[in-house]
């Protein structure tokens, strides 16, 4: 995996902990894309660009489609899939968290692994794997997309 930096100024936005990006940022994020920078400093952090570039899929203003070939791209580079950002957070717990089906099947398929647990700070996601988060979420808030979400981990 690459060691380079990618120094960017976000704006963040924070949803249980996770780190996010608005939809202005994906300039920046297109950048460190085209030069394979498999890390970014965000709000002082360093952040994995996969899970920072996962967290802008479900903006409205973005392109999704968009957004998985900034993945892709970062992929192809050598960066990690499985690399968790500052609050534990992996780019699938990402897809889980927001609810996104089309997110998740994009990342298992690019070989995500969905059995690695949350390292963060937080008691109720802490030492939870994909299933087991997303089941907390669904709980807490069920919706379709978190059944689907649900049904997707379960058949991988």
């Not at 957004?67 to 889980?96: K, T, W, Y």
Request: glycine share 6%; with cysteine; net charge neutral.
């Amino acid at each position: 995996m690459r060691n380079k930096f990618y120094a960017i100024a976000f704006f963040p936005m924070c949803l249980l902990g996770a780190t996010f990006v608005h939809a202005d940022e994906l300039s920046a994020i297109r950048a460190a894309a085209g030069k394979g920078e498999c890390f970014v400093i965000h709000e002082g952090r360093q952040e994995p660009s996969v899970a920072l570039t996962a967290s802008a899929y479900d903006l409205p203003s973005s392109d999704k489609q968009e957004v998985l070939r900034l993945i892709s791209a970062f992929l192809a580079h050598g960066c990690s899939i499985e690399q968790p950002d500052s609050a534990g957070m992996s780019p699938v717990n990402v897809s889980v968290l927001t609810a996104e089906p089309e997110l998740l099947r994009y990342l298992l398929k690019a070989g995500a692994d969905p059995s690695l647990r949350i390292t963060g700070s937080r008691p109720w996601a802490n030492g939870k794997n994909s299933v087991e988060f997303a089941q907390a979420l669904n709980k807490a808030s069920p919706s379709a997309r978190r059944a689907e979400v649900m049904e997707i981990l379960n058949s991988n």
